[in-house]
């Protein structure tokens, strides 16, 4: 490849990579206001983040027409190649993140509506949500810096987000057993929670997609100390 057509494909990488960016930020804006409309029973914040969902979706198409086009075109090899397939991924797990901020939304919707709001045990989802949401952001900066050692911070740390889901459903078992009239509410609220945990996983996936542009490795469904035994091996 000519210098002239390479600095033309660096120009279009950068390009997608600066759209993909983009709409992590626009998804990262879309949880900070789902969990606020949770945390604030807000409903104008969570009519606000469903309204958001059509430019998620409009921006996900966009950008893999892009990455298509460009395929189509460069047909890159190696690196380049891994770049492309791992932004489109993650492209699609931004999108899903967006899909979990607008179920928060319409079920903190549903919440209020039912007149249960201040009933509810919805405090005990803060830990949680603060923690998929900063995972979120740190899984969108390893992504910028293209780094590993950050990826694998976020496996670890996903797997916090699972166990404040597990001890949340716990609590909310022994809760509607005791007032079986919050059954209804409390089942929006179990399905925020199960949201919450998606978030995380979807952050963790981001991090596989870092994992596999730098190393070449796949490392979908390895265990974690598999993971970082091939790290160690090929640093």
């Known amino acids: 490849m000519d210098k002239h057509l390479s600095s ?3 120009n279009e990488l950068h390009g997608i990579s600066s759209r993909v960016m983009e709409l992590g930020g626009l998804v990262e804006s879309q949880i900070r206001q ?8 807000n409903i104008d914040v969570a009519n606000a983040v469903v309204e958001v969902e059509q430019q998620v979706n409009s921006m996900e198409v966009e950008i893999d027409h892009d990455i298509a086009s460009v395929i189509g075109r460069r047909q890159p090899t190696a690196r380049d190649l891994r770049l492309l397939m791992a932004m489109s ?34 405090s005990e989802l803060k830990v949680a949500s603060e923690l998929a949401s900063g995972l979120l952001r740190k899984a969108l900066d390893a992504l910028a810096r293209l780094d590993v050692q950050t990826a694998l911070v976020i496996l670890k740390e996903d797997d916090l987000i699972d166990q404040e889901f597990d001890g949340f459903v716990r609590k909310l ?20 929670a199960k949201a919450i945990e998606r978030i995380g996983d979807h952050s963790k996936n981001i991090a596989e997609f870092i994992i596999y542009i730098v190393k070449g490795e796949d490392v979908r469904h390895t265990p974690l100390a598999d993971i970082e035994a091939a790290m160690n091996i090929n640093n």
């Open 173 to 192: 078992i022994t809760y509607m057993m005791e007032d079986p009239r919050t059954i209804s509410a409390s089942l929006d609220l179990l399905f925020i």
């Open 8 to 10: 033309q494909f660096d």
């Open 89 to 122: 991924k993650t492209t699609a797990n931004l999108e899903r993140v967006g899909d979990e901020a607008e179920k928060i939304a319409r079920m903190v919707k549903s919440i209020i509506e039912s007149g249960s709001a201040r009933a509810l045990p919805s």
């Open 34 to 41: 789902a969990i606020y409309a949770l945390s604030h029973f």
